[in-house]
Every structure is written in C-alpha cells, then in structure tokens.
C-alpha cells in the first residue's frame, strides 16, 4: 500500500476522551471511530489488525478441529423464552420488537441459537464430538462503555460451543479450547494466562479465563509469578489426545492464578512469597463447560449407544477479537506509540523515503516495494511529499514492527536502513539484503494478507 492512496487519519493531538493508552493510540493512529457509546467504525487501519486477529482465531479453531459457521446478530426473543434467559438477563440485553410486534433481541451470546440448531439435526451419539463456532458481532448494553474497544456494547466475539455425549468427552472439548486458546494468544504476540474463574450461578470448577496482566486491567488478578514463565511455544500438539490435552492443561492451571472472584488468600499464602504477585489483568477469553444446563432446557438429547436417550453435555467458549486489538496495545507500545507484534501487524514493514521526488531514492523505494510484495508480504510505503520527521512519527504511531529507511546519501553507499521499532536499532544493509531479512522474520508468522 501507498501511503498516498491509502486512509489514514492521524491525529496530531490526543483525544480528551481516551483515559487508556490503547484507546488513545487506536483513535490517534485512525483505526476507529466512535460513532454512539461503545460502538465503532472500523477504519482500514483498525479493519486490517481485526481481521488479522480473526484469521489466527479461525486457524487455530480449525486446527483444534472445531467447525466454523456464521449466525445472525439478530435472534427472535422465542428462544430466549424457552430458556428462561429471556428475564434474567437484564438491561444489558438490548431488546427490539419488528413490525409485527414480535420480540426480537441483538445477541450478547449464542448458546440458545445453537442448541436449537443442534436439536433440529442431531439425535445420535454417532454425529459427537461437535463443536460448532462463529466470529459475529454481539450487543450488550453495557452500563458503562469505556476504554474504546475494549469494552465496548458492540463488539466482535469468536464463540464456540462443543456438545458431547458424557460430562468426560466435554472435559476433552475444555481442554482442547484451553489448548487452541493458548497457541492463538501467543501467535498474536500475547501472554494470556488460564486463571480459575467464578461459574456464575450454574457454579462448578470448569471455567478458566484468559487474562494478559495489564495496569489498566479491569480485574484484579493473584497469581504464582512461575505462570508467567509458561509459554506453548510451537509444540505439535494432537488434538484428539485426551492424554495430552489434560497435560496442557495440567502443566498450564496447576499453579496459583486467579481473579478476584475466586481468590483464596489461604492457598495463596501456601505459594511461596517471593512469587506471590496482585496485579490487573485484562480479560481476553473465557472457556466454560455447563454440563446439561441448557440441552436440558431446550430438549436437545442424543441417542446414546444403549439405546437411551440423554442431554448432551456442553460447554461454550469465548475469545474477545475486538479487545484483543486494545489488550495487544497496553501489552505492547511505548511513549511514540504502538509496537505491533508480528503475528499481527497490518503491514510487514514500512517503507520510508526521505527524499521523494528525487530519482535514485524513489526507484529504490518502489524496487523494495516490488521485492517485498513478491515476496508475499505487505509493504506499507509512505511515499508522501513530507518532511522526513513526520514520516517517522506517523510509522512509529502506527507501530510496524519493521521500517527501511531509503535516502540519497545511503543510496550512494548502496544501504537502506532497516530499524526495529521494538528495540530502536538500526542497522545498514543492502537493499537486498533487507529484504532478504525481513522475508526471513516473517517465516514464522505468516498471517496470510490482509484486507
Ligand atoms: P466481562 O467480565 O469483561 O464483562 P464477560 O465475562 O461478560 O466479560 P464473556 O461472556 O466471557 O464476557 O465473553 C467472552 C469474551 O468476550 C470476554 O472474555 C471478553 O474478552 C469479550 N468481551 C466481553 N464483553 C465485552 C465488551 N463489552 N467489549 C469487548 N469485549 C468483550
Ligand atoms: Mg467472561
């Protein structure tokens, strides 16, 4: 892309209503825009990291063997009614009524949808495991919007629901989120670590979330400092191992992490102090088995191999795609602006002439530009008539992880300059060369192109 012909609104000021970095950061670099309480316009820049970030998500559920599917943002009220929620889920669902009078809602989840779904074309045990997902827009009205995206009253939300025959197979579906959920966090640059989580009223142990410690996080988190030395790293993993799915999840729950909904100070204090640590933390997922709850109430049984029929057991399973793009950012910028990690960057590298208009440095840009986009990468050239400084701010600002620099003195030399907006430091290098090192550090994190 060329900067020229691209929309990228910067702005030069911060915004008086962005209290947190990663709001400021989204609205100053123009990747979204407010346009009511909690609900955005996507702008390119912010489009392109959402579908970075919803391409990873995908991936990984597929890996893991899970189907996805698309349903609507709107549901009719009916279901809602069947399963009771339709009354005790309170104002934060935003309910509409048609033309006709009938009772309509924009989902917050979709739990009663896809039973109904389920219970309209399964009945046997022989059609399980199933776990079905979707990424779509939710609605939830909620009390207090704030920090931009991330907590928004709509937002973007990849949620995945196994149904299974026994409580021991939905077991198996739990930890092969929690496992798909580690490698896509990390793929995205991110440390999220599994925290025991409160069930709610239906209770129970098996619910997780996913947190990445933040100052701004909205939760208060405890947590045996050794979590944080965890990491999946690029292990070969069988999804259908029930043996080695429970090792991750063993290997990845069984020291002390917590929110403060299920904190207990008495096993906390078992945890050695040194490595006692209170901090925030942001929440970016949630995986949760529900046993019978809602097969129960909507009637979705399976024939089991005996002949008799049962409630299938279930569990659902959240990643917050639109927060992700915020937590990315509080995880990650400095006081210049965003650092992208490169698994989710919305472009490879940056490309910056400092003297456009003169003949040597604008071939040599657009000789990189080819190179890069050969290459299958996405080069983003700011090929605009201005001075060399702000082009620096504007690309520190939007936070590539990688920028060349191309000017006529280096060109005499026959270098570019190729810096790494993480650590600052440049190095001189052959165009060749540059290129040559930028294909090589994106090997490992292909994310495919983006929109
Ligand atoms: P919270 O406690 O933050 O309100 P939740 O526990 O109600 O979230 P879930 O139902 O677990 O949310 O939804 C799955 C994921 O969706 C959450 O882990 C979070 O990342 C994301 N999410 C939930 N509410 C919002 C929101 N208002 N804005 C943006 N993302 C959200
Ligand atoms: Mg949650």
């Known amino acids: 892309m060329r900067l ?13 209503e962005a209290q947190i970095v990663s709001h400021r950061y989204m609205l100053r670099a123009g990747m979204i825009k407010q346009s009511a309480a909690g609900i955005y316009s996507w702008l390119p820049l912010g489009f392109k990291v ?9 991936e990984e559920q597929m890996r893991a063997g899970h189907i996805p599917m698309l349903m609507p943002t709107l549901q009719s009220a009916d279901l809602w009614k069947e399963s009771g929620r339709y009354d005790d889920y309170g104002q934060e669902m935003l309910r509409i009524s048609d033309r006709h009078g009938r009772d309509m809602l924009y989902g917050p989840t979709n739990e009663e949808l896809i039973t109904d ?19 779509q827009w939710k609605f939830r009205d909620e009390i207090r919007p704030r920090f931009g995206v991330m907590r928004g009253r709509e937002f973007y939300m990849k949620d995945g629901y196994n149904f299974d025959l026994t ?23 991110l440390q999220a670590i599994p925290m025991r989580a409160d069930g709610g009223p239906i209770g129970g ?15 208060e988190v405890f947590y045996d400092s050794a979590v944080t030395d965890l990491t999946f790293g690029d292990r070969a993993i069988d999804y259908d191992s029930v043996e080695q799915c429970q090792g991750v999840l ?7 992490a917590r929110t403060d909904e299920t904190h207990d100070e008495a096993l906390f204090n078992e945890v050695p102090e040194e490595r006692r640590r209170v901090a925030r933390g942001i929440e970016v997922g949630q995986i949760f088995y529900f046993g019978t709850k809602y097969s129960e109430a909507l009637g979705a049984n399976v024939q089991g191999p005996d002949g008799k029929q049962s409630s299938v057991h279930m569990g659902s399973h959240g990643i917050g795609v639109s927060r992700l793009l915020g937590a990315i950012i509080e995880a990650s910028h400095d006081d210049k ?24 440095a604008d071939a040599a840009c657009e000789s990189l530009y080819e190179a890069l986009t050969a290459a299958g990468l996405e080069p983003l050239y700011d090929d605009r008539k201005e001075r060399a400084g702000g082009k620096f701010a504007t690309m520190d600002l939007i936070g590539l992880p990688w920028r060349i620099t191309v000017g006529p003195r280096g060109l005499k030399n026959g270098v570019v300059e190729l810096t790494s907006r993480r650590s600052g430091e440049s190095e001189e290098l052959s165009p060749e060369a540059a290129v040559q090192k930028i294909v090589e550090i994106y090997a490992n994190h292909q994310t495919g192109r983006g929109f």
């Open 4 to 16: 020229s012909r691209y929309f990228l609104p910067v702005l030069k000021e911060n915004p008086s």
């Open 50 to 58: 959402l579908k970075k970030i919803e391409t990873i998500v995908h």
């Open 117 to 135: 779904i389920f219970r309209s074309h399964v009945g046997s045990y022989k059609d399980l495991p199933l776990t079905l997902y979707h990424i």
């Open 167 to 189: 409580k021991e197979d939905a077991l198996h579906a739990y930890n092969r989120h929690l496992v798909s959920y580690l490698r896509s966090y990390e793929r995205m640059g």
């Open 205 to 219: 142990d098996y619910t997780h979330e996913f947190l990445v410690l933040a100052d701004t996080g909205e939760s």
């Open 250 to 256: 063993e290997e990845f729950t069984s020291k002390y």
């Open 337 to 360: 602006g965003i650092i992208w990690p490169e698994g989710v960057t919305p472009f490879h590298c940056g490309i910056v002439n400092l003297k456009q208009g003169d003949a040597e």
